[in-house]
């Protein structure tokens, strides 16, 4: 129906990315309830408080929400996710149940965002071909700079959980050995390459049991959505501990996320073929139709626009990912977070870390302000969003991830 997504008593303007075609779901309290979380819905300027509002309009499933995290309601499955969806929005666009919630709306402004669900594993994927592309010219210069095994599956290692940080939450450049150009010995230090890594996150709702691989088939039913993240990388830290095994504490200090899940009933439209579609690859990484979205980022420093990443090139899909994820029967949980890798397009300006844009350090960014960046500094505040293609022209938002850098400080100083 022309116009359903912009109608509605609340009246979002259509062009607003929080509209009817998003309503992702987060955590939020309030300064007069500063103890209580909330599950809340955004809609346009607002938080829906879904906890409340359950309550009174569908109770049946208002145990879903009562802790005021999202938890439950991953754990709860597609059916109930559905649901929940197609209430809402009935809700928020039938004039029918305008007195019934219009006083559980509460002024985004007013609602103090809280980690949205308990992340349980947290693993990051390479999933961008120009990424890869881009760190094996860097690092192995006049090498093949693609690995031998990246077409044949997604790439990923296991990071650390406990880690995982809301947007807002400022972030501490780690200390940590590495070997410094033209040392002969690895000095303990703080990084002096510390950068971000502008990715998409997919948050599993429904858990499997070990040695039951999710298909490619089955993605839907087991990931409820997607959220941003920063994959913040201390690439001194990175390069010298990453012989031979992967990254370590080179990421696992920090890895911001955004306070909004957006369903993936939400990403329908911006749904495409990723690049990965009609290549030959292992059977159970084949998919029909495919999971590619296209979703633009954009990543500002400082409020200058630095790069436009967009994710429509990612050539491995989550479904994808999923898949390889499990195939050696390793489960999943509820909570668990897998990011997609940095989201690097073929441009120089779509480059979606600083590793690329500075070519490894040796190609200074210039920021609009006058200053030069190779990797960032203290007090350097890092923004990243996007928007994904969605219904009749609208822009679905993906919220924000942001994180501000603070000094070192030596921990194992007494
Ligand atoms: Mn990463």
Redesign the pocket.
């Known amino acids: 129906m022309a116009g359903t997504h912009a109608a509605g008593w609340l009246a979002v303007p259509p062009d607003h990315p929080l509209g009817l075609q998003t309503l992702p779901y987060g955590t939020f309290t309030t300064v007069d309830r500063p103890t209580e979380p909330r599950a809340g819905v955004a809609i346009g300027d607002c938080v829906l408080d879904l906890s409340a509002a359950m309550c009174r309009l569908l109770t049946g499933r208002a145990h879903l929400f009562s802790s005021g995290r999202l938890d439950a309601f991953l754990d709860a499955g597609d059916r109930a996710w559905d649901q929940i969806r197609s209430a809402v929005t009935k809700w928020l666009s039938s004039d029918d149940y305008r007195e019934a919630i219009e006083d559980l709306l509460v002024p985004a402004a007013d609602a103090r965002m809280h980690m949205p669900f308990a992340v349980a594993d947290y693993t990051?994927?390479?999933a961008s071909e120009h990424h890869a592309r881009n760190v094996g010219r860097i690092f192995r210069p006049g090498g093949e700079p693609l690995p031998r095994n990246w077409r044949h599956q997604p790439i990923g290692y296991h990071?650390r959980s406990a880690t995982v940080v809301l947007s807002g939450t400022p972030v501490r450049r780690p200390y940590g050995p590495s070997l410094p150009p033209g040392t002969e010995a690895p000095v303990f230090a703080p990084s002096a390459r510390l950068d971000f890594?502008a990715?998409l996150g997919f948050v599993v709702g429904v858990e499997t049991v070990v040695g039951e691989p999710v298909t490619v088939g089955r993605f839907t039913e087991h990931v409820f959505g997607a959220c941003l993240?920063n994959?913040w990388?201390a690439r001194d830290i990175q390069a010298w501990e990453s012989m031979p095994l992967g990254?370590f504490l080179g990421?696992s200090f920090a890895t911001t996320i955004s306070p909004w899940v957006v369903p993936l009933a939400a990403l329908e439209h911006a749904r495409i073929r990723p690049p990965s579609h009609g290549t030959d690859v292992f059977s159970y990484l084949a998919e029909p139709d495919g999971w590619g979205l296209d979703i633009g980022f954009q990543v500002t420093l400082n409020g200058h626009v630095i790069s436009r990443p967009p994710y429509a090139t990612m050539h491995w899909s989550p479904a994808q990912m999923l898949a390889h994820l499990t195939v050696n029967g390793a489960s999943v949980r509820t909570g668990d977070l897998y990011?997609?890798?940095?989201v690097s397009g073929p441009q120089p300006g779509e480059r979606g870390?600083l590793l690329e844009l500075t070519w490894g350090g040796t190609q200074p960014l210039a920021l609009p302000d006058g200053s030069t960046r190779t990797w960032l500094e203290d007090r350097d505040e890092l923004v990243i969003t996007a928007t994904a293609a969605g219904p009749e022209g609208t822009r679905v938002g993906l919220g924000e991830a942001r994180g501000m850098i603070l000094p070192a400080q030596d921990p194992t100083a007494i």
């Open positions: 990051d994927f390479y990071g890594e990715e993240v994959d990388s990254p990421k990011a997609s890798g940095t870390c």
